[in-house]
């Protein structure tokens, strides 16, 4: 029954204060087939036209995630705090990166390499990390799905490889935009400032 707690029905309605009342009925079939000519069975019975009867597949599809008041405007602005959060913990990494390695870049500029070469490096660097979290969130997925089925809870988790590009994507895109400043920073440092770093 979803994710429902059973109890007495006189305890119910002595805990709501509705005693003698019910809110909803639940009609169990020998035989899922025959669904349909029940439910028109129950609205041509006298007196049953003024309440609503669904069968439990319409039941659950009322209770998606599109028919939930508020439900995806909070889980969007879960997805967006979470991107941007994604976005200042790269840029934080790549910065620090850049400042633990300002000798190497130093070392490349007096080498001769151009800025847009140190830019490459690093912008290619925050790829690489940004596609391995993307692949670590996923298989990550896949173990918290094991714990939960492990708990006793009713809630479930539902994996959908259709959204893994999608993923990939906002990983890359963050991680490219969280690079691109502490890289730009990088190319554009003094050779003879950068050797000179302690």
């Known amino acids: 029954m979803l994710s429902r707690v059973i109890v007495p029905l006189h305890v119910l309605q002595d805990l709501t204060a509705n005693t003698g009342k019910v809110s909803i009925l639940y009609v169990k079939l020998d035989n899922p087939a025959n669904t349909k000519s ?3 069975a129950l609205k041509a019975t006298p007196g049953m036209q003024d309440y609503p009867i669904y069968s439990m597949e319409e039941l659950v599809a009322a209770m998606t995630i599109d028919n939930v008041p508020m ?3 909070f889980i969007n602005l879960v997805i967006g705090i979470g991107v941007v959060v994604g976005f200042l913990v790269v840029f934080q990494c790549m910065y620090t990166a850049v400042l633990e390695r300002t000798r190497e870049i130093g070392t490349l500029k007096a080498m001769g390499a151009s800025r847009a070469y140190v830019l490459n ?3 290619r660097e925050s790829a690489a990390m940004a596609i391995t979290g993307a692949i670590l969130g996923i298989l990550s997925t896949y173990g918290t799905r094991l714990l939960i089925s492990k708990l006793p809870t009713p809630l479930i988790q539902e994996i959908v490889p259709a959204r893994w ?3 990939f994507a906002l990983a890359l895109i963050g991680g490219l935009l969280g690079a691109l ?3 730009w920073k990088a190319a554009n440092q003094d050779v003879i400032e950068s050797l000179s770093y302690d």
């Open 121 to 123: 490096v690093l912008l």
């Open 181 to 183: 400043y502490p890289g």
């Open 38 to 40: 029940v439910i028109a």
């Open 71 to 73: 439900l995806r405007p």
């Open 165 to 167: 590009p999608f993923a």
